[in-house]
């Protein structure tokens, strides 16, 4: 009997933090950063053209423009995605575009709000991307699994800058 009170007593004990989770951290937050050996430019060019990304996010299918306005600012595009056989529909919206420094988008993907700050600083010919990203949740649920799942996202989005930087350093 003892023995059961102590395994009902850590299963509550753990509801409770995974529950207390979301009421306390509202946004996940992290950074990631590359540096390029090309120019911003071309960097900046590459990295912000649509049908490109492909290249090095390689889950992404489809991209279709919504809504493309002059100078990129509101933006809108519709994202297909196949994450190992699920298939997730996302829209993208530009919430920020200064050529040659500066891309910000948000992204709508099934309860999952996420906005990515992309800054781009050029140093004696060589590019460094740095990713400011912030995740949360219209779902209470979702929210709360969130925080648990910093470093997978940290190291995908990582993994996407390692693959685009393999993909401009090589073409």
Not at 59 to 85: A, P, R
Not at 115 to 122: G, V
Not at 148 to 163: E, G, I, M
């Amino acid at each position: 009997m003892k023995t059961i009170k102590i395994i009902l007593g850590s299963i509550t004990f753990l509801v409770l933090v995974f529950f207390s989770t979301g009421l306390l951290v509202k946004e996940t937050n992290y950074n990631a950063t590359i540096t390029v050996n090309k120019p911003v430019e071309q960097v900046f060019s590459t990295f912000t053209t649509t049908h490109k990304v492909q290249n090095w996010i390689p889950e992404i299918k489809s991209v279709e423009t919504v809504q493309e306005n002059i100078g990129k600012t509101g933006s809108t595009y519709k994202i297909v995605l196949d994450n190992k056989g699920q298939v997730i529909t996302m829209t993208q919206k530009v919430m920020a575009y200064i050529p040659n420094e500066k891309v910000t988008l948000f992204f709508d993907a099934e309860n999952m709000l996420k906005k990515d700050d992309y800054r781009f600083e050029e140093n004696n010919g060589t590019t460094t991307i740095t990713l400011s990203s912030s995740c949360r949740s219209d779902s209470y649920i979702m929210a709360c699994m969130f925080p648990f799942f910093k470093s997978t996202f940290k190291r995908q989005d990582q993994s996407y800058l390692n693959n685009f930087k393999s993909f401009i350093e090589t073409n």
